[in-house]
């Protein structure tokens, strides 16, 4: 098969997500590999996201579905990959865009690395009202059997993700019973078995602003990380790591707390957590009035 024969299915879910959607899909149009269709999955929005869509209708590669009912986003996911009909799906989230080559830097490594069942880049963060990026990460991201380093090091983005479609044939699909970690565990679960392959330059923009569903839910992000976590931690191969995933759960919970008035507690997971940068900037924010803190999580969003 040649390569621009293959064709990539692109999934955008979508609920009241009209405010950055326009960019969203100007990065998709302007994509060099033109051989893809958008599956755009409405969840039941109250916006103005249809009508952004059916700007872009006259495209016969954009598709659109609407939800019979509002269902979590993995649920979401689940259901547009039904839509499908591509040899590849990739992911992108309403508030994020691409680099204008996303899709033909993924094609031309899949179509050299066989055995690689999925794949992830860099990103850039872009901060909307600072209107300024920075580069995700610095560290070099590996290939092939990545399964050690996400266990102690995860750095895939839902919107950097691109997986062949046969996965999805022969694996169970995200669990739609989580609202924020659905793509890590699933993720996870595919570097268990899989191969994938990164790319360290940055292919994305991640937009972080005052709406974020994550950044507005770090209490529901503790509660799922821990549901996994309980779930996974005595099996293999995630038995082997099982100190790193436990740290991490420390983290957030931290992080969910650092805004209450549980010092005491606070101030005991803290001191437990290990030794790194990151202990430092906790107990700084520890000795922050919760004023200050919340001051500057408005301003840095």
């Given at each position: 098969?040649k390569?621009?024969e ?7 879910n979508?609920?009241n997500?009209g ?8 990065s998709?149009k302007?994509?060099?590999y033109?051989n893809y269709?958008?599956i755009?999955?409405d969840?039941?929005?109250?916006d103005?996201?249809?009508?952004i869509f ?9 598709k ?8 979590t986003?993995?649920?979401a ?5 039904e839509k499908t009909s591509?040899?590849?799906i990739?992911f992108?989230?309403t508030?994020?865009w691409?680099?204008?080559?996303y899709?033909?830097?993924?094609i031309?490594i899949?179509?050299e ?7 992830f880049s ?5 901060f909307?009202?600072?209107?300024k990026?920075k ?5 070099i991201i ?7 380093f996400?266990s102690?090091n995860y750095l895939v983005?839902?919107?950097c993700?691109m997986?062949r479609?046969?996965?999805?044939i022969n694996?169970?699909k995200?669990?739609?019973n ?8 699933f993720v996870m ?8 392959f990164?790319i360290n330059?940055?292919?994305?923009y991640i937009r972080?602003?005052s709406?974020?569903?994550?950044s507005n ?6 509660d799922?990380?821990?549901s996994?976590?309980?779930?996974v ?6 038995i082997?790591?099982?100190k790193y995933?436990?740290n991490?759960l420390?983290y957030l ?6 805004l209450?008035d549980k010092?005491?507690e606070?101030?005991?997971d803290?001191l437990r ?6 202990k430092?900037?906790l107990?700084?924010?520890f000795l922050?009035?919760k004023k ?6 408005e301003?840095?969003y």
């Amino acid at each position: 098969m040649k390569l621009n024969e293959k064709k990539v299915s692109i999934i955008v879910n979508c609920y009241n997500g009209g405010k950055y959607l326009k960019n969203c899909l100007d990065s998709i149009k302007k994509q060099s590999y033109r051989n893809y269709e958008l599956i755009f999955w409405d969840n039941k929005s109250q916006d103005n996201s249809k009508e952004i869509f059916l700007n872009f209708i006259d495209d016969k590669r954009f598709k659109y579905f609407k939800s019979d009912s509002h269902t979590t986003l993995y649920e979401a996911r689940n259901l547009a990959i039904e839509k499908t009909s591509g040899d590849y799906i990739a992911f992108l989230d309403t508030d994020d865009w691409w680099v204008e080559d996303y899709l033909l830097n993924r094609i031309k490594i899949f179509n050299e690395k066989e055995d690689h069942i999925f794949s992830f880049s860099n990103c850039y963060h872009y901060f909307q009202r600072k209107k300024k990026k920075k580069v995700f990460t610095k560290t070099i991201i590996p290939s092939g059997d990545i399964f050690e380093f996400l266990s102690k090091n995860y750095l895939v983005k839902i919107s950097c993700l691109m997986i062949r479609k046969q996965v999805f044939i022969n694996e169970k699909k995200f669990n739609k019973n989580f609202s924020i970690i659905g793509d890590f565990e699933f993720v996870m679960r595919l570097a268990a078995k899989y191969k994938g392959f990164s790319i360290n330059k940055p292919q994305a923009y991640i937009r972080f602003h005052s709406q974020n569903f994550l950044s507005n839910n770090r209490g529901m992000f503790y509660d799922e990380y821990k549901s996994w976590y309980e779930a996974v931690k005595d099996i293999e191969p995630y038995i082997i790591y099982k100190k790193y995933y436990k740290n991490y759960l420390l983290y957030l919970k931290i992080v969910k707390n650092i805004l209450k008035d549980k010092k005491k507690e606070l101030l005991s997971d803290i001191l437990r957590y290990p030794l790194s940068l990151n202990k430092f900037k906790l107990f700084f924010l520890f000795l922050l009035p919760k004023k200050i803190i919340s001051y500057l999580n408005e301003k840095y969003y």
